[in-house]
Antibody, heavy 116, light 104 residues
């Protein structure tokens, strides 16, 4: 139901835009999230975009560098990542929240590698 | 900021064993805790939400309990596919705990 794309190799200081396309759901009703997992580390909440309130939130680690957006007509959520750092290297997952009030559907992830 | 701690970091068990995982919040979170299972190379999966409610399709061997600051996830009898990392998450700032690895 959720398919991420846009990952790749980028140099420190560079930019990347991740996309996540949803299918089979009434996308406009779903709050969308980005979560990442760095190598050997646990899950880290990155950002979210509430469907109802339009509230946008970011983790402190990415605030000011990453921007979340969504296009309901395209059933998609995006993560614009600027000024990337080596420590942003991770698998980036998008996830949706609706019925349970929690992240009840996840994509398979896209890999972002920041290295010179 | 509400911080979650999980214990133990690693749980070494055998198929058929009972597993009990702990999650503790630095402040009270009422029952706003969820548990996720994450197998290597796969997408995370919601298991338990609102501390004790099983998500759709989750087997009955998984159960959650707790409120306030102390929560637990119990797997009554481990199946081979249950060996994974388990994370708790709070709903205030959506932060995850560090995870508990359940290994054979």
């Amino acid at each position: 139901q959720l398919l991420e794309s846009g990952g790749g190799l980028v140099k420190p200081g560079g930019s990347l835009r991740l996309s996540c396309e949803a299918s089979g759901i009434n996308f406009a009703s779903y709050s969308m999230y980005w979560v990442r997992q760095a190598p050997g580390q646990g899950l880290e909440y990155i950002s979210s975009f509430s469907a109802v309130s339009g509230l946008i939130q970011y983790a402190d680690s990415v605030k000011g560098r990453f921007t979340i957006s969504r296009d309901n007509a395209k059933n998609s959520v995006f993560l614009q990542m600027n000024n990337l750092r080596v420590e942003d290297t991770a698998v980036y997952y998008c996830a949706s929240r609706y019925g349970s009030g929690w992240l009840d559907s996840w994509g398979q992830g896209t890999v972002v590698t920041v290295s010179s | 900021e509400i911080v979650l701690t999980q214990s133990p970091a690693t749980l070494s068990l055998s198929p058929g064993d009972r597993a009990t995982l702990s999650c503790r919040a630095s402040q009270g979170v009422a029952n706003y805790i969820a548990w996720y299972q994450h197998r290597p190379g796969q997408a995370p999966r919601l298991l338990i939400y609102d501390a004790s409610k099983r998500a759709t399709g989750v087997p009955a061997r998984f159960s959650g309990s707790g409120s306030g600051t102390d929560f637990s996830l119990t797997i009554s009898s481990l199946e081979p596919e249950d060996f994974a990392i388990y994370y708790c998450q709070q709903r205030s700032t959506w932060l995850f705990g560090p995870g508990t690895k359940v290994e054979i």
